[in-house]
């Protein structure tokens, strides 16, 4: 019964107010992610600190990762190792895309 009466003065508030405020959307650049699925290797995926750079995180066969879409430098992409979960740079012949984020 309370709980009820609760709701129903929630109700009343809200339509009194003119609704629920609506949230417009995010452009679609600005939350471009892509998931991608580690193929191609049989050991580890290195997650280097910048193209070329020094070695921060890992990735391994079969591990999923997200990032950008975009291609980085060349054919590398930015990603999230797994290991650390730091922020990297992987080769992109190594990375499958499976789906956006």
């Keep these: 019964m ?8 929630l109700v009343a508030v809200v339509l009194a107010t003119g609704g629920l405020a609506a949230v417009a959307p995010a452009p679609a650049d ?6 991608y699925r580690v193929v191609r ?6 997650v280097r600190a910048e193209p070329r750079g020094r070695i ?9 990762t997200w990032g950008s879409c975009r291609k980085a430098a060349g054919a590398w992409r930015r ?3 797994t290991e650390i979960g730091r922020r990297g740079f ?6 499958k895309k499976i789906g956006r984020r």
């Design 90 to 95: 992987s080769f992109g012949r190594y990375l």
């Design 2 to 9: 309370l709980t009820s009466r609760i709701v129903a003065a």
């Design 41 to 46: 290797i049989k050991t580890r995926l290195n």
């Design 30 to 35: 600005a939350a471009a992610g892509c998931t």
């Design 79 to 81: 990603i999230h190792g």
């Design 56 to 64: 921060v995180d890992k990735l391994y066969p079969g591990d999923r």
